[in-house]
């Protein structure tokens, strides 16, 4: 089991910053990979990007299209953490976004993934 609790979610102008956070616990995460998603009101889940766990395959970080540019994913092994940083937000990031995980490969369909977290709301105003 991978138990994952989200944070850092609020509002925010367009233009403005947020980093969420990701803790991730449980079994060995070696082999798992990481993906952030986002729900926005009466649309299906999203993929926004995702990272490999392992430090070997750090630079097979991937992201939507949508996102590429302004979201960065980041971890920090030591303490199981997962950030994402999202710059020069728009009113259509808003969403709830959710931290989840799977064993390598990282997909883009949220079907693949197992294990997720609650979900944080993020707001922006125009």
């Known amino acids: 089991q991978v138990q994952l609790v989200e944070s850092g979610g609020g509002s925010v102008q367009a233009g403005g910053s947020l980093r969420l956070s990701c803790a991730a616990s449980g079994r060995t995460l070696g082999s798992y990979g990481m993906a952030w998603f986002r729900q926005a009101p009466g649309k299906e889940r999203e993929f926004v990007g995702g990272?490999?766990?392992?430090?070997?395959?750090?630079?097979?970080?991937i992201y939507a299209e949508s996102v590429k540019g302004r979201f960065t994913i980041s971890r920090d092994d030591a303490k199981n953490m997962v950030y994402l940083q999202m710059n020069s937000l728009k009113p259509e990031d808003t969403a709830v976004y959710y931290c989840?995980?799977?064993?390598?490969?990282?997909?883009?369909?949220?079907?693949?993934?197992?294990?997720w977290g609650q979900g944080t709301q993020v707001t922006v105003s125009s």
């Open positions: 990272i490999p766990w392992s430090t070997w395959s750090a630079g097979m970080t």
């Open positions: 989840a995980s799977k064993r390598v490969p990282i997909t883009r369909t949220p079907s693949d993934f197992g294990f």
